[in-house]
C-alpha cells in the first residue's frame, strides 16, 4: 500500500489520506481489516475513523479542504464522500490528454489546476476550464494557492533555457508577477497566505525568495548538491 495524498484538517485533529496499491489494512482500525483507498484518521489516536472504497484511481488525487470531496487526476473524477458517489469532470472540461502528477486545489475548494495537454485553472465545482496558465514556449511545472484564495503561483521554464514563475489575480484571472530568467527550471512553489511572498525551488538545489511588493529577491543556497 502506498500513500499518495495527504491534508490535514482545518483544525489539526484529523487526516485525510489517498492510497494506492491497496492492501487491506488492519493495524490502524479496531474493527478488523477493511479495503479502501480514501482514509480519515484521528491524529491523536492514529485510528481510522472512516473509510471509502471509492471507484478512482488514486495515484494522483487531491482531497478538498472540507473533506467533502475528492478530486482525481489520471480520471479526471470527483468522488463525493458523504453521497459516496462519483461523476466525471471530463465530459464537462472536454479533457483528452490527461497526465495530472499532482492537482493543487485552492484553500476554499474551489480551484483545481489541471493538466490536459497544458495547464489549466478550472473551476472545481462546475468542471469548467476558467484559464489557460500558460503560452507557447513556456512548461509549467508546478502551481500553488495562496491560503487567501486571492492569488495563483505557476512555475517552470521557458524553451528550455531558464526558469521563471508567475503570480495570477484569481478575482480577475490576469497574470500580475512575473519572476524570470532565473538559472534553473523551477519545479516547486509555495505562496504566502496574503500573497506578498514566494518561494521556489529548482533544479539547482537553491531556494528563491520573492518579496512580491517591493520586487525583491533573496537567494538560498540551502542544499549542497555537490560532493
Known amino acids: ?8 484538517s482545518s483544525n489539526g485533529n484529523e487526516l485525510m489520506v489517498g492510497l494506492k496499491n491497496v492492501e487491506r489494512i488492519g493495524r490502524l482500525t479496531d474493527s478488523g481489516d477493511i479495503q479502501a483507498n480514501i482514509l480519515r484518521i484521528d491524529l491523536a489516536s492514529g ?52 497526465n495530472a502528477e499532482s492537482i493543487p486545489i485552492s484553500a476554499d475548494g474551489k480551484y483545481l489546476v489541471i493538466f490536459d495537454e497544458a495547464y489549466y485553472l478550472a473551476d472545481a465545482e462546475r468542471g469548467e476550464y476558467l484559464l489557460q496558465l500558460h503560452s507557447e514556449g513556456e512548461d509549467v511545472r508546478t502551481a500553488a494557492f495562496s491560503e487567501d484564495n486571492h492569488w495563483l503561483a505557476t512555475g517552470g521554464s521557458a524553451s528550455g533555457l531558464h526558469g521563471g514563475a508567475f503570480i495570477w489575480n484569481l478575482k480577475t484571472f ?10 534553473e527550471t523551477v519545479n516547486a512553489c509555495a505562496l504566502s497566505r496574503n500573497g506578498s511572498m514566494l518561494i ?28
Open 47 to 98: 485510528k481510522v475513523i472512516d473509510s471509502w472504497n471509492t471507484d478512482l484511481e488514486t495515484d494522483h488525487v487531491a482531497i478538498s479542504p472540507d473533506f467533502d470531496f475528492v478530486y482525481a487526476g489520471s480520471t479526471l473524477k470527483k468522488y463525493d464522500l458523504k453521497q459516496k458517489s462519483s461523476h466525471s469532470m471530463r465530459s464537462n472540461l472536454g479533457a483528452t490528454n490527461l
Open 174 to 183: 490576469e497574470k500580475v508577477g512575473i519572476l524570470w530568467k532565473m538559472r
Open 1 to 8: 500500500t502506498t500513500i499518495s495524498s495527504l491534508r490535514i
Open 200 to 227: 521556489t525551488g529548482g533544479t539547482a538545489g537553491s531556494f528563491h525568495v520573492w518579496s512580491i511588493h517591493t520586487d525583491t529577491i533573496r537567494d538560498i543556497k540551502a542544499l549542497d548538491t555537490e560532493h
